[in-house]
């Protein structure tokens, strides 16, 4: 089994690649939706599976940069307005192929100010619709 490490992560947001951008990553997890269906008397919890699923919020980080191209560029500029708002194409790159591919909407943007640091930002990724592995 391959082995990858972050020089070899990708990502890009609307047809921008980020990846120079990002300095921290919250990971990508993909959920199988499920409903509780324990019945009265029982003592442990039950589940039922929906049949739907759903990938949580990306959450990326890194160094501010308000240049064309940059996190505020991208991210900031991307946020919708109202539900005509078209979602960007968002593409993970892990190591040598590996793609995970869905649309989605940045929901929200940070810019995170420290004293004798450089300023930064963060970035919400909220996917929605299919999420297709290649």
């Not at 300095?23 to 003592?43: K, M, R």
């Not at 790159?93 to 989605?104: E, I, R």
């Amino acid at each position: 089994m391959a082995k990858y490490g972050s020089n070899v992560f990708a990502l890009s947001f609307g047809g921008n690649v980020m990846t120079a951008h990002i300095q921290s990553i919250n990971g990508f997890d993909v959920e199988a939706n499920t409903q509780d269906s324990q019945p009265f008397g029982d003592v442990w919890a039950k589940v039922l599976p929906t049949g739907t699923k759903k990938a949580a919020d990306l959450v990326v980080g890194g160094l501010y940069d308000d240049a064309a191209g940059g996190p505020s560029a991208v991210f900031l500029a991307a946020m919708p307005t109202g539900p005509a708002t078209a979602a960007s194409a968002v593409v993970l790159t892990w190591g040598a192929a590996k793609t995970s591919s869905f649309d989605a909407y940045c929901v929200k943007f940070a810019r995170k100010v420290t004293r004798n640091g450089i300023t930064e930002y963060e970035a919400t990724i909220r996917p929605t619709g299919t999420v297709s592995e290649a």
